[in-house]
């Protein structure tokens, strides 16, 4: 089954591909020496910050950020007082849950996988879709979906606000503010904890920084590949991807088992027929971590999601030597994971409203 | 309805309480000095210590302690990769998940109320009827509970022996062992980590070691109150509880609301009638970050509590300012709370059983 925007969205890629080839791997001819190879690189991708970026609009006071992790760790803005953030973005697990789709209220299975926490404020754009322009903005989406917290905003802040120890940190979080707590700032506390979750001094990172010794052959063939075959179109920048958004299958559509034929992505947030099947390419920062893999977590193998990958994006039957080098390069996005320090939550009152574990 | 047993354990009860009145609070009646109560107060009970107790069997070396903290976070553990025993024991929450009863897999309700793990150390045995001797035979509980994690120790064993990581922790934690990687050895580590979890210096304890002021009117008037009206005998010693087995209304019987007919608490251990609707003394450290209290999980408020548990098991109606005193002691049993860095988990691989969310 092939689309005509499939053709056009094919048409533009290539193009970026053989513009791409013309002026950098030409002269190399497949084969990059360690100099050239660490140029090319540096011009496509760039290393994490070894500190949190600014935030637009949100200043990440260390108040701010003490009661993001609060707030991140707290189960009580779920309905059922047992989901936090972290139950799905498991800061000791790469950022995910490790799950094909996440388990929310009443053990409802999600739609779309979860995608990690850690280095997401480099994203252009937050969840699958795109559809939150930024984490303060996202924050407020899974507190609210019925298969994840299933809690509505007003409860969550009476909830808040019934500890008097949450009404004191958002007064110092968001000083001088008419109403320092609100949902709003909950999830601009979350935003600025978030931010600190970024993964710097991986090993790719180093070489980026001018360590050529640090990767091996293996690793050296598979990042020259990952640039020549074209993966870096999509997959630039700081996470590797997080950037732009691509149809699944701009060559050839996988399977229904991969792309389940029900979500399709972009469209529904921008209901234009181009935008079908067409998702914010992953950012690939500690990739090895967080299987399983694409949008609907069927593949679970990391060699696997690169075959599927050359196939469905280049219309190229990647060899397994090619695989195995791209998967190991791949492997070498894995960063220094945050160390965290697990927050004394807030203590409930008799105000606190109470769990509700179905309603 | 009473039953005979209840007037045996009445008249056991009184005695005590009778003998303890004779020795302790006849020369005070009632008025104490403040000399005579921290005397009197370090007779019953004893403060935390500064550092984990040894365990029977189990050499809590740092290989062991960071193991347990790793298995104790990790989801995987689980059927369903989602519950961890920090789910419903949460270190930023008091050690428990503050719900009725807690939730399991397939959004299951339990039948008890979860004990804090913080401090759990210094019970003479775990669970609600004591049905576990230490807290490496409780480990296995949960993970096996249909209601809880599901899980089976063969599936645990394959899942732990997948990641390369946990098998060479395994190793190094339980050196020289002819099959270091174990179900068994999983539970030793996660006691020998639970025992770190322990929250000294509280300012009861500071009270206990000899700080006479840190204890104001209200709270020294409710130590007092606790030991006159015979709460100590049941809730004594480090933990303030979690020594002996007592029948939930040992004068008076709480309502089916508090009480549910269907659990009989200890009687299901020992299969004996005069163990039916026993229960362990709750310890009481922490108690004002554990609510909702008693097995069932029914009382939210702990001055509710406090007034049942004079009704209940001390057959009188205490008076607003009486359990006001008490409450006010018992909140000054809160202790320092563990510190704990959130572990970075081992990486599943391939060969890593995948999640179950239904079985």
Request: contains cysteine.
């Amino acid at each position: 089954m092939d689309h005509p925007f499939n053709a056009i969205w094919r048409t533009a890629v290539k193009k970026s591909i053989a513009l791409f080839a013309v002026l950098a791997l030409a002269p190399l001819s497949g084969a990059w020496a360690g100099e050239d190879l660490m140029a090319q690189a540096r011009e496509q991708f760039k290393p994490i910050p070894s500190a949190p970026p600014a935030l637009m609009g949100n200043a990440a006071t260390k108040e701010r950020v003490e009661l993001g992790k609060m707030l991140f760790f707290d189960p009580r803005i779920s309905a059922s007082h047992l989901i936090s953030c972290n139950t799905c973005h498991n800061v000791g697990m790469g950022g995910d849950d490790n799950l094909e789709t996440s388990i929310g209220h009443g053990w409802a299975k999600g739609p779309r996988n979860a995608p990690t926490a850690f280095n997401a404020v480099f994203n252009v754009a937050q969840f699958w879709d795109g559809r939150a322009e930024d984490l303060k903005a996202q924050a407020k989406g899974p507190v609210q979906a019925g298969v994840e917290m299933n809690n509505k905003p007003a409860q969550v802040e009476a909830t808040l606000r019934s500890m008097p120890e949450y009404v004191t940190r958002f007064e110092r979080a968001f000083p001088g503010e008419k109403v320092s707590l609100s949902f709003d700032n909950m999830a601009k506390a979350i935003e600025a904890f978030e931010a600190t979750l970024i993964t710097p001094y991986s090993r790719f990172d180093q070489f980026l920084e001018g360590n050529a010794t640090i990767l091996n052959k293996q690793e050296k063939e598979g990042l020259a590949l990952f640039m020549d075959k074209g993966c870096a179109a999509c997959h630039g920048g700081v996470n590797l991807g997080g950037q732009g958004y691509y149809p699944f299958g701009v060559v050839e559509k996988p399977g229904a088992d991969i792309l389940p034929e029900g979500d399709k992505g972009r469209f529904e947030v921008t209901k234009t027929a181009d935008d079908s099947y067409v998702f914010r390419a992953a950012p690939l920062r500690n990739i090895e971590l967080t299987a399983p893999y694409f949008h609907s977590g069927k593949v679970w193998d990391l060699e696997q999601a690169v075959a599927v990958m050359g196939q469905s994006q280049l219309g190229e039957k990647l060899s397994d030597s090619q695989i195995q080098a791209i998967t190991a390069f791949l492997k070498t996005l894995t960063g220094e994971q945050p160390k965290v320090e697990y927050p004394v939550l807030p203590v409930s009152t008799a105000t606190t409203p109470k769990p509700v574990a179905m309603q």
